[in-house]
């Protein structure tokens, strides 16, 4: 267990709610909830902005830029988006970022 040090004046307000460890790992907890859901939703939001720009989501976009994919389909991505090389490394760095910090929040959250 890793261990932390506390301003004194939190240690004497936290000893009138009880068992001081007990409010930390609840605050914690409060705080780790919070930037977790703030990075959930920016990973949902990066991913909506792609799926918007490209029109499709990031297996459709995947399975028509694969190794079996039209040329003139690639030709027409590359003047429409010059960006989507770029563009698609993100989106799965957000995918995959996502879904982290949901597995890490379910480590946290009942469900």
């Known amino acids: 267990m890793t261990q ?3 301003k004194k004046e939190y240690e004497d307000i936290l000893k009138f709610f009880g068992d001081i460890q007990l409010s ?21 939001t990066e ?9 499709c989501s990031y297996e459709s976009f995947l399975s028509r830029i694969g190794t079996d ?13 010059p960006t989507w090389e770029a563009d698609f490394n993100l989106w799965e760095t957000y995918l995959e970022e996502l ?13």
């Open 69 to 81: 994919s039209d040329p003139s389909f690639l030709e027409k991505l590359s003047k429409q988006h």
């Open 24 to 44: 930390i790992d609840s605050a914690l907890r409060r705080y780790i909830i919070d930037m977790g859901t703030e990075r959930v939703e920016k990973c949902e």
């Open 99 to 111: 879904k982290r910090w949901k597995e890490r929040m379910r480590s946290i959250l009942p469900i």
């Open 4 to 6: 932390i040090s506390i």
């Open 47 to 55: 991913i909506r902005r792609l799926e918007q720009k490209y029109g």
